[in-house]
């Protein structure tokens, strides 16, 4: 089982930006995709964004594409969301997960999941 730790989480008003982190702490990762989800109380997890093993391209939802960039640094078992220009609706848990889909979109395409870090956009 791999274990997923993210970090970065917090409190910033509109506008404002985070950089979120998810390492494997004893394990490589380099032949997953990484992907990140968030969920707010009472819905269902919802994708953000992922990216192949390959590290060439991200996939994102429309809701955050040219506001948030995937990327990933398989020498450090690392993987990253930068997220600029937050909005208050980006309020949420972000989770990181691991899969062997390529890109997946879907939470039930990956199989490792970090506990979360929460994003709070104040307006």
């Known amino acids: 089982q791999v274990q997923l730790v993210e970090s970065g989480g917090g409190l910033v008003q509109a506008g404002g930006s985070l950089r979120l982190s998810c390492a494997a702490p004893g394990h490589t990762f380099s032949t997953y995709t990484m992907g990140w989800f968030r969920q707010t109380p009472g819905k269902e997890r919802e994708f953000v964004a992922a990216i192949a093993w390959t590290g060439n391209t991200g996939n994102y939802a429309d809701s955050v594409k040219g506001r948030f960039t995937i990327s990933r640094d398989n020498a450090k078992n690392a993987v990253y969301l930068q997220m600029n220009n937050l909005l208050p609706e980006d309020t949420a848990v972000y989770y990181c997960?691991?899969?062997?889909?390529?890109?997946?979109?879907?939470?039930?395409?990956?199989?490792?999941w970090g506990q979360g870090t929460q994003v709070t956009v104040s307006s």
């Open positions: 997960a691991a899969g062997r889909y390529y890109s997946g979109r879907y939470p039930t395409q990956y199989n490792h």
